[in-house]
């Protein structure tokens, strides 16, 4: 029997991440040398930047939907989106493209 998914149940997959993304932030403040960054920040162009920004959402998109339909319509298109996401962040931080198979235990959940 499954329970219907509560705030607190939803509050909790969003808490890892978000812990891990503050580690992080705080981690690279002190890392990062500030004056080289905004000298290199000054030379971006953002429409390269919000172009490529939107295609790569684009791809990640009708890749959830082709997935989605692969698995006969089984994970809501936003379900599919968060599976593709997790898989790609965790093939770039685990060896073995273990992302594969995380996309698939959060895929079957």
Not at 21 to 38: C, E, K, M, N, R
Not at 44 to 70: I, P
Not at 82 to 97: A, D, K, Q, S
Request: proline residues 3%; positive net charge; hydrophobic residues 55%.
């Amino acid at each position: 029997m499954t329970f219907p998914e509560t705030r607190t149940n939803r509050w909790h997959k969003w808490l890892p991440g978000i812990i891990i993304s503050l580690a992080v932030i705080i981690a690279l403040a002190f890392v990062v040398d500030w004056g080289q960054f905004w000298v290199s920040f000054r030379q971006v162009r953002f429409t390269t930047v919000a172009s490529l920004a939107l295609l790569s959402f684009f791809s990640l998109v009708f890749r959830s939907l082709a997935w989605r339909s692969l698995l006969e319509n089984k994970l809501s298109v936003v379900d599919a989106f968060l599976c593709e996401n997790i898989g790609y962040l965790l093939n770039n931080l685990l060896p073995f493209r273990l992302g594969e198979l995380a996309r698939a235990v959060v895929g079957a959940e």
